[in-house]
């Protein structure tokens, strides 16, 4: 297959008019001279971006990651290609510790069918706070566990890629220190200050779950667990740009302060992404879905419904962030963080041809997954 005259995004970050080729699963020239038999695809006047990695999302289309049923990941992961997220590493959340093991078996022994790539798990609890639970639920709760968190990674076949913990509870910086090798750690629903916060990075934290939510705000006096990331060159940071978890001018503010490079968007999205409005489940909780907003019944919001593709639209038409870097962190961050990045998250010889086409509207116009067009 050849895309021709694509304005294609590139390693360094820039739109180049040109042509790639592909060979079975894999780009094999990029930007190069292209001869050949096979499809031709003209692209002229559409951008050509890589597949989209949404590493924190729970589920969708009324299937979600706890479920844990081989049907609910086959509608999760068919449902986030048609969207053009090509990559997925969805949360379980804080539920009984036997339902949880059952979780991670499941996806363990998943079997792809097609659709988004099932690439990793994030581990969003129970090692949090319960005074910033959101809407987590709060008898599930539990100290730091390395050996429950064996089991769960044994149980999940290493697919485990973020773990989620409140870095001021009881044995968490011997957890990084016992688990930093292996995955990433992000601080999250937590109620740290700022130097605790330091502490677990100066252990190995090296993330911020869904920067501003779950978390203390950024105070002059006590910048708490935002200002200790953000001083910390080796954090990256989550952001929900959904239009309800974080104002435009605070998303303009988090690209000045951590560049884009350091910024990682996620949908966060819940089983109710893609349906009606109306009443859903989180976590064993019940959830109110009114557009995008999705709440507890105590006004508690409880992820998100909308998809990571219309969060990146969101940053570009709303929040005024240059496309380039709205792309960079829909693909390439989120592939770096949890060590998928040598597969995919960029356009380059001998990586995944997981691509989407984008009218200058930035509206679908194809979806290619190893190669092949997907419906959209």
């Not at 038409?317 to 998250?345: H, M, S, W, Y």
């Amino acid at each position: 297959m050849i895309i021709k005259n694509a304005d294609i995004f590139t390693p360094d970050h820039r739109f180049v008019q040109g042509d790639v080729a592909i060979t079975g699963d894999r780009f094999s020239t990029v930007l190069e001279e292209t001869n050949g038999d096979g499809q031709v695809v003209d692209a002229a006047g559409l951008y050509m971006i890589p597949g989209l990695v949404d590493i924190h999302f729970h589920g969708c289309k009324g299937a979600d990651m706890c479920d844990g049923t081989q049907e609910a990941l086959d509608i999760i992961t068919e449902y986030e290609a048609s969207v053009g997220v090509t990559s997925v590493c969805p949360a379980t959340m804080t539920i009984p510790k036997d339902e949880l093991l059952a979780v991670m078996k499941n996806a363990g022994a998943y079997s792809y069918k097609g659709g988004a790539h099932l690439v990793g798990i994030n581990m969003e609890g129970p090692f949090i706070s319960a005074s910033k639970k959101g809407a987590q639920a709060a008898e599930n709760i539990i100290p730091c566990d390395y050996e429950y968190f064996r089991q769960l990674q044994d149980a999940a076949g290493g697919l485990i890629r973020l773990v989620d913990i409140a870095p001021e509870e009881p044995g968490a910086m011997e957890f990084i220190d016992r688990t930093k090798s292996e995955v990433v750690i992000s601080i999250a629903h937590t109620v740290s200050d700022y130097d605790t916060a330091c502490e677990a990075i100066r252990h190995g934290a090296s993330h911020a779950t869904h920067l501003y939510n779950a978390m203390p705000p950024l105070n002059h006096r006590n910048p708490g667990v935002i200002g200790a990331v953000r001083d910390s060159e080796a954090c990256h940071v989550e952001l929900i740009c959904d239009g309800v978890h974080v104002h435009p001018s605070v998303i303009r503010a988090t690209f000045a302060m951590f560049g884009a490079e350091r910024v990682i968007l996620i949908s966060d999205s819940m089983r109710a992404t893609g349906l009606e409005d109306g009443e859903y489940t989180l976590g064993g909780q019940p959830v109110v879905v009114k557009g995008n907003l999705a709440t507890l019944h105590d006004g508690t919001i409880a992820g998100s419904a909308t998809n990571l593709m219309d969060c990146m639209r969101f940053v570009v038409k709303n929040a005024g962030i240059p496309l380039e870097d709205a792309v960079i962190c829909a693909t390439e961050n989120p592939a770096r963080e949890i060590g998928i990045f040598d597969q995919t998250g960029s356009i380059q010889a001998g990586k995944k041809a997981d691509f989407v086409l984008l009218d200058k509207e930035l509206n679908i116009v194809g979806i290619y997954i190893d190669g092949k067009e997907q419906p959209c």
